[in-house]
């Protein structure tokens, strides 16, 4: 879960599986208990004053963690020792929850949370029963679910860049963080922007959020761009020739005709990327069945 001194992977090496997440999360949680998540933990609630007791600070923002990913309120027993990764949680049916934190934490209070948000929506997942097959695959499940609802804002505020020194926490790459958390802002109204206070956190964050308007501007969605539109028609009308019948459009554009009369078109939601499957008739609105998102779309 730590990078230190490494070369630090930027880009979004892995957002086939982030979607995959974010999807697995409306489908396991529901619109209604999602919705419930629309403030996020708050800065105050996880700063760590220098001069506060490690242990009880720790549990303190622990908590504070455990309220926020609505977790039952139980005991939380933190520990420091020397480990190779940044921390790791007891995964028990108990209500306690017993969390190892990497010792050089204790001269880094600061990024206490962020760790601390990592392991607890482990806990969150797991009393959940979802989980994605393949440790990579999981990690990446737990850090889209920490930031979508409202805890991983922390694991990128942790990303920081000085020269030679060099550190992430977390296994989606910076921008990856970004994207999710833009998902998020869209989604719920809420900016997290001002809470960054680390520079290059601030600058993953629009980057990310750049790349999630994307999502907004792929047909058959109204605000997509002309140079997508274009193709779109074209796969448009050789979904509706009947030499041509069959042909998939262009790859990665999302979208997939399905007829051919009455023709309809499928796409992923934007917001959770459920599949929506409407019909071929120029201008109209869906609204997601999974998300309640309402689209404007020129099919």
């Known amino acids: 879960m730590t990078t230190g001194g490494r070369e630090i992977e930027h880009g979004y090496p892995h957002l086939d599986t982030v979607r995959a997440a974010v999807h697995a999360l ?4 529901s619109y209604d208990t999602v919705s419930t998540f629309g403030t996020s933990v708050l800065p105050v609630d996880v700063a760590f004053d220098e001069t506060e ?12 963690l455990v309220r926020q990913l609505r ?10 020792r020397e480990m190779e990764h940044a921390a790791n949680v007891e995964l028990t049916a108990g ?6 934190l990497n010792e050089r934490f204790t001269k880094h209070r600061k990024d206490i949370g962020a760790a601390l948000a990592h392991e607890v929506m482990h806990v969150s997942l797991h009393r959940l029963d979802l989980a994605f097959p393949g440790t990579r695959d999981n990690e990446i499940l737990t850090d889209t679910a920490a930031a979508y609802l409202g805890a991983g804002w922390l694991l990128l505020d942790a990303y920081r860049e000085h020269g030679p020194f060099s550190q992430k926490l977390g296994y989606l790459t910076p ?7 833009a998902k998020r802002a869209r989604f719920f109204g809420e ?9 290059q956190a601030y600058d993953a ?8 308007r994307q999502d907004l501007r792929r047909p058959p969605l109204a605000d997509s761009g002309w140079a997508a539109r274009l193709r779109y028609a074209k796969d448009r009308r050789a979904a509706q020739d009947p030499r041509r019948a069959g042909r998939p459009p262009a790859a990665g554009e999302g979208y997939a005709f399905e007829g051919p009369s ?3 078109v499928s796409f992923p939601c934007p917001a959770c990327h459920q599949r929506i499957r409407v019909p071929v008739r120029g201008r109209l609105q869906a609204r997601c069945g999974l998300c309640k998102t309402l689209l404007d779309c020129d099919t």
């Not at 409306?26 to 949680?29: A, C, G, Y």
């Not at 007791?53 to 504070?64: K, N, P």
């Not at 209500?95 to 190892?100: G, S």
């Open 95 to 100: 209500p306690e929850y017993f969390i190892e």
């Open 262 to 264: 009455p023709l309809r």
């Open 191 to 199: 900016d997290p922007a001002p809470w960054f206070t680390s520079p």
């Open 175 to 181: 921008e990856e963080f970004g994207y999710v958390l």
């Open 205 to 212: 964050y629009t980057a990310g959020a750049a790349r999630a």
């Open 53 to 64: 007791d490690l242990h009880l600070g720790a549990q303190r923002v622990a908590r504070a």
């Open 26 to 29: 409306f489908k396991r949680l």
């Open 71 to 80: 977790l039952p309120d139980a005991r939380v027993v933190i520990t420091f």
